[in-house]
């Protein structure tokens, strides 16, 4: 798979995986497992791109004696995410195209 594809795709994933609530690394690793395998250091690279983008904001929390850092889905990170579902139907209809009369066997 092309990178800078497989680079949005899992911008996309890190987004969704956050949707809904405030989360933490641990935690957006473990929602993903079922989809999609991700290291540690994959995840908080793309976190820290997510944030410079403007996609998502951080606060540190106490939890337990440590700090750990939560992430937040901003209005553009939700904007990223509708605009990835335009996206894919286009992806959609071109591989629609591309295997249009393949002969499965």
Partial sequence: ???QLKRGLLDVC???AIKNEDSYGYKIIKDMKPYIEMSESTLYTILKRLELAGMLTVRTSQ???RLRKYYHITKAGLGRIEDFKDEWREVMSIYA?????????
């Fill in 1 to 3: 798979m092309d990178g």
């Fill in 14 to 16: 890190v987004l969704a």
């Fill in 63 to 65: 939890h337990d004696g």
């Fill in 97 to 105: 195209f591309v295997t249009e009369g393949d002969i499965k066997k």
